[in-house]
């Protein structure tokens, strides 16, 4: 009944700028937090930002000063502005949302995964 999209990722040089979005589509009562998460090649998921509707609740020590996060409920969409982007960030980043939605008549909240979307940022 839901669905978490997320965009905006691509290939920058180092110092660019990239915004990415995590949209929720489906019977949506509310996105409360977006919480990104990047993995790099050969590498473990990292926990990168936490967003939610008062604003950025956590930043990762590598992305401090340069990432931040933002949202807007009338489109059931969350942000991740990266700005100063550097090497090290390429990555395949994700959004899990935290959502409420309607479910055969009941209320639910979980957790929903999004595909992922790559960002690369050369030398």
């Known amino acids: 009944q839901v669905q978490v999209v997320e965009s905006g990722g691509g290939s920058v040089q180092t110092g660019g700028s990239l915004r990415l979005s995590c949209v929720a589509s489906?019977?949506?009562?509310?996105?409360?937090?977006a919480t990104w998460y990047r993995q790099a090649p050969g590498k473990g998921r990292e926990e990168v930002a936490i967003g939610t509707s008062h604003g950025t609740s956590y930043l990762a020590e590598p992305v401090k000063g340069r990432f931040t996060t933002s949202t807007d409920n009338a489109k059931n969409t969350f942000y991740l502005q990266m700005n100063d982007l550097k090497p090290e960030d390429t990555a395949v980043y994700y959004c899990?949302?935290?959502?409420?939605?309607?479910?055969?008549?009941?209320?639910?909240?979980?957790?929903?995964w999004g595909q992922g979307t790559q960002v690369t940022v050369s030398a």
């Open positions: 899990r949302a935290d959502l409420t939605y309607y479910n055969d008549g009941m209320i639910t909240r979980e957790y929903h």
């Open positions: 489906g019977s949506i009562r509310s996105f409360n937090a």
